[in-house]
């Protein structure tokens, strides 16, 4: 089994709190660079509106994703 990096276990308990975290930016890093709705994510993910809000709003915080409100749409796009 490989071992995790220094880098990623620091990302991990600085930026991704959650397993519900972990599952959008995986839904975004899967689209390669292709925004995704909310509801897209929400079916994705299988996660309910409000946890899908609140994660991706905390993934832009944390600057792992990239949110255009016009289209509604998130976007990974680490910094």
């Known amino acids: 089994m490989a071992e ?3 880098s990623v ?4 308990r600085r ?3 959650s ?3 972990i599952e959008v930016l995986m839904r975004l890093y899967e689209a390669h660079g292709e925004p ?3 509801q897209e994510l929400e079916r ?3 996660l ?3 946890t899908v809000a609140r994660c991706a709003a905390e993934l832009v915080n944390a600057r792992l994703v990239s949110h255009d409100p016009a ?3 998130y976007r990974y796009a680490p910094a």
């Not at 276990?9 to 991990?12: A, F, K, N």
């Open 4 to 6: 995790i990096s220094e």
């Open 71 to 73: 289209a509604n749409s």
């Open 44 to 46: 994705g993910a299988r």
């Open 15 to 17: 930026r991704v709190t």
């Open 9 to 12: 276990r620091e990302l991990i």
């Open 36 to 38: 995704l709705t909310a």
């Open 48 to 50: 309910g509106p409000q």
């Open 19 to 21: 397993m519900d975290h």
